[in-house]
């Protein structure tokens, strides 16, 4: 890579509706899936809604995730080993998609690249780098009708799941609290 000798002016990526649309909708999709996240802390919590909301409040994803996990396994006797091991699933699919949608998406930068000797055009990928031990890694997506489009579906997916791992979450601890009221 050369090394720029002076200060260009910005570039902006072509202007697109369905871009721009595919990222709000990956923002919604993602928001709407630490929700479901919140609420599964405040479902374990079992107290107070407000406690659990303000345990989760300033937690990053991993961290919620951490938690997530952490008060499932302090559950499993009252929720089994079944649903426990859903949930660890459920937390390392999760990570993934962290890392490689939702850090992709927010940290990325859209960059133009000049495909000198194909044609001349310039192309805009979504790009992210990273500097670590062993070199500089970087991943992208070329942008284009359809870019996102598996991004968004993975985050669909996972809400659903999370929702419907709440829901047998629920059903196993109003079990067991009227076990407990005897």
């Known amino acids: 890579m050369k090394k720029r000798t002076s200060p260009t002016a910005p570039e902006w990526p072509p202007e697109s ?6 990222i709000g909708k990956f923002v919604i999709s993602w928001a709407i899936l630490e929700l479901q996240i919140d609420l599964f802390i405040e479902d374990l919590v079992r107290g107070d809604d407000l406690i659990g909301r303000a345990v989760a409040a300033h937690l990053a994803a991993k961290a919620k ?3 997530a996990q952490g008060l499932m396994h302090v559950r499993n006797d ?15 699919r999760t990570n993934k998609a962290a890392g490689d ?6 940290h990325g930068k859209p960059m ?11 192309v805009w990928f979504w790009t992210q780098f990273r500097a670590r031990k062993g070199g ?3 991943s992208g997506i070329k942008l284009g009708p359809g870019a996102l489009e598996e991004i968004n579906e ?27 009221r005897g």
């Open 17 to 22: 509706l369905e871009l721009e649309r595919a």
């Open 78 to 92: 009252v929720l089994g080993e079944g649903l426990v091991l859903r949930a660890d699933k459920l937390v390392a």
């Open 154 to 180: 993975t985050t669909k997916l996972l809400v659903n799941d999370w929702h419907q791992l709440r829901c047998d979450i629920q059903k196993g601890l109003e079990l067991a609290d009227l076990i407990a």
């Open 65 to 67: 995730l951490d938690l």
């Open 101 to 106: 949608s939702r850090n992709f998406i927010a």
């Open 136 to 138: 500089m890694l970087g």
């Open 112 to 122: 133009p690249v000049d495909m000198e000797g194909f044609g001349g055009e310039v």
